[in-house]
């Protein structure tokens, strides 16, 4: 119990210094300044490789499935770069739902640091159950398993259709409940106009992020648990590759044309995890193979990415959705 407490108190420490320090004036991210908080996010998960042997090594924690410091090690790494690397997908929706809202800039990084917090707080409830789940129902692995294999078929088949945020469902339903203003006033979400509390653009797009989060976390959770289902492991390489979230998408969002066959790594990757859980009553995979998948296939996507020539017609649209971000 112990850890846990010191584990959600230093994410709450790095929340507070992220807002309230780095972040306390709303200012527009550079990509300088993105890739030094990427570096640092990124570099903390991996850190964090040397405190779960360590954890685990000491026993420190409970440790039902009764893993060594290394397999506990191994486990912990592989989690965070699946999660890390579903994550990119939801980076693509989130700057669609930020260009769709008229979101500037400079105030994208306190709607994102609000949507980290709910994130943190949803995935965590779905985690325990997730995990309860499995360890009351065996079957479960099955139904987890054809989930992410369908996930995959319809990642596969929907990579050229559109997201447009404000023909949502999402986008529609929260209307219903708040009234809304078309102008923005700061970073505020709410705003008092003749007596009643109205939502601006930046709450609307909160919400849309928010629950968009959750259907996102609807993949990763499974795929995670075809890792590992020790709750530990779970939740801290799901909610460190959610912290470095914010400083990757500012990081990332202007670079993802260019990586355009990523989508079908994330397709292979849930495919692997999902075979996995279905044959894990089965047949084991080793846990270097389980890591060298997931390496290899976005190894893969990003060179063959890189490899493909941009069009005139495509740079054309690269340059004016540049623009238009510029604007906002």
Do not use: C
Request: charged share 15%.
């Amino acid at each position: 119990m112990i850890i846990w407490i010191v584990f959600i108190a230093l994410v709450a420490f790095f929340l507070f210094l992220d807002l309230f320090v780095f972040n306390k004036k709303a200012h527009v991210i550079d990509t300088k300044e993105a890739s030094k908080f990427t570096a640092l996010w990124v570099g903390i998960a991996l850190a964090f490789t040397g405190a779960v042997y360590y954890i685990y090594g000491q026993e420190f924690i409970a440790n039902p499935d009764g893993l060594s410091p290394t397999n506990a090690a191994i486990k912990y790494i592989t989690g965070y770069l699946i999660e890390l690397s579903l994550s990119i997908d939801n980076i693509f929706v989130i700057a669609v739902i930020f260009k769709s809202f008229a979101i500037p800039l400079k105030y994208q990084h306190r709607v994102l640091f609000w949507g980290i917090v709910g994130a943190i707080v949803f995935r965590a409830l779905m985690i325990f159950f997730g995990v309860a789940l499995i360890s009351q129902v065996s079957w479960m692995t099955y139904v987890f398993g054809a989930f992410l294999l369908y996930t995959a078929f319809k990642m596969l088949r929907s990579h050229d259709e559109e997201f447009d945020p404000q023909n949502s469902k999402i986008y529609k339903w929260s209307r219903k409940f708040f009234p809304v203003t078309d102008q923005l006033h700061g970073q505020k979400l709410f705003i008092t106009k003749m007596g009643k509390r109205i939502a601006t653009p930046l709450f609307l797009a909160l919400v849309v992020i928010e629950l968009t989060d959750v259907l996102f976390a609807l993949d990763s959770i499974p795929a995670i648990l075809a890792i590992t289902a020790d709750p530990f492991l779970v939740f801290a390489s799901n909610i460190l590759a959610i912290m470095g979230l914010r400083s990757m998408y500012f990081f990332l969002s202007n670079l993802l044309d260019k990586f355009q066959y990523i989508h079908y790594s994330l397709v292979a990757i849930l495919t692997f995890v999902g075979i996995k859980m279905i044959l894990v009553h089965h047949y084991h995979f080793p846990e270097w193979v389980s890591l060298g998948v997931i390496f290899v296939a976005l190894l893969v996507g990003a060179l063959l990415s890189l490899a493909k020539k941009t069009t005139p017609e495509e740079k054309k649209e690269q340059e004016e959705s540049l623009n238009t971000e510029k604007k906002l």
